[in-house]
């Protein structure tokens, strides 16, 4: 067995119809990994608040890699006037948080929707504007603790999100 190389891989590159709005997410390492695992699983575009630290910030750069640089990125100051934005281009909101409405993500049909925005809170108290989203999912847990950290989340419902979408779009 060998230990592969970024340089033996080549990646079925696929962008998928998903964008990130991160709901005032305040930790640049988190800023920085948000851009790592969306450009490693194909996602269009992200949105960080004005108030999130910037792509310019040295632990963002360093985290993010070039990925900064691979994937669509933007920021919005008004909350209400993004989702309202892409509402009207046709997305569905679908906030990661855990509520009394949500499903877990492996019963969620993402297939269903042509264009998602997977809704991301804030380390400290989750999505501030919950009522925005259209639909909520959440990560089974298995442990004492009933939540994780935000890109951690990320990542798995992303891993979920691009597996349905692949799988169910007859594409694997």
Partial sequence: MKQLTHYD???NQKQFPITIVC???RTPENIGMC???SESLGVEKIYFHENSPAV???IVRKTARNTIHQIEHDTYADFASIIHKLKQEGHAIIGLE???KSMRIQDFE???YQKI???LGSERSGIEHIDAADHTVSIP???VNSSMNVIHSLAICLYEITNQLSVNGGEE
Avoid: H, P, S
Wanted: glycine share 4%; proline share 0%; charged share 35%.
């Fill in 117 to 119: 925005v997977l809704l």
């Fill in 35 to 37: 851009f790592r695992i």
């Fill in 141 to 143: 847990m298995f442990g």
């Fill in 23 to 25: 709901d005032a997410i």
């Fill in 56 to 58: 310019e910030n040295k």
């Fill in 110 to 112: 993402f297939k269903k």
């Fill in 98 to 100: 855990i509520t009394d």
């Fill in 9 to 11: 891989i080549k990646n």
